[in-house]
């Protein structure tokens, strides 16, 4: 089997998380593109990372998953990710699987069994344990609800004064209806507003803390590196 290659922002994302608290520079690493684990094990020993260490980062980085979004007018409405973990998931793995996404959202949330199915929600937030031929597969994903209902009322009393609008061309009363055009508009736009500019916050935020969960998930599956001491 081929052996993986990891590009340039791999490779620094690769270290970064292999040395944990410290931080590795990546003007002092060599032209990636290309590189194997083995490559960066190298490496790793010759700035006193342990090969162990490296692979643990390595594999959390192949194990983070594919993003996914949905977006409305080009703005995150909803995220998540999807992980296939090559492996099936202990009973006990996923308890502390759900103690974690319970910490990490500060959600109590409800457990569901479905036959092989396992599932975790709290609201609009979600993560779901589904078999594959390989072992378990990991979908988080969650949805902005609030602001969802705030944008669409947005636009409905948008919608609404532009009705106003062209019936009061029709009936020559713009002028008397002005004051009443420009409170619709003002609250539709307000109100639209208010729910898209909590989005790209909420959005990185929930994209990170979904990154946290699959790596501390990732980490803990494999064997500690040796003492050497």
């Avoid at 949330?109 to 390989?134: H, I």
Wanted: cysteine-free; overall charge neutral; glycine content about 10%.
């Amino acid at each position: 089997m081929t052996e993986r290659r990891y590009s340039e922002d791999e490779v620094a994302a690769i270290f970064e998380r292999a040395a944990g608290a410290q931080h590795t520079d990546r003007r002092q690493l060599p032209p990636a593109d290309g590189m194997t684990l083995s490559d960066l094990q190298e490496i790793g020993r010759e700035v006193g990372l342990p090969p162990e260490l490296v692979a643990q980062a390595a594999r959390s980085l192949d194990l983070a998953g594919r993003p996914d979004s949905r977006t409305i007018l080009g703005l995150p409405i909803g995220v998540g990710r999807t992980i296939d973990l090559g492996r099936r998931l202990t009973d006990e793995e996923w308890e502390r699987l759900v103690a974690d996404l319970r910490e990490t959202f500060d959600a109590r949330g409800a457990v569901r069994y479905d036959g092989p199915f396992r599932q975790w929600t709290n609201g609009n937030l979600q993560a779901l344990l589904e078999p594959t031929p390989t072992g378990h597969r990991l979908r988080l994903r969650t949805l902005k609800g609030s602001a969802r209902s705030l944008m669409a009322s947005g636009v409905a009393l948008v919608g609404v004064a532009a009705a106003v609008f062209v019936s009061t061309l029709v009936t020559g009363q713009v002028a008397e209806q002005a004051s009443v055009l420009a409170l619709l508009s003002a609250l539709g736009l307000g109100t639209f507003g208010a729910g898209a500019l909590s989005l790209p916050g909420w959005a990185r935020q929930r994209r990170q803390q979904m990154e946290g969960v699959v790596e501390r998930l990732a980490l803990a599956a494999q064997p500690e590196p040796p003492d050497a001491s």
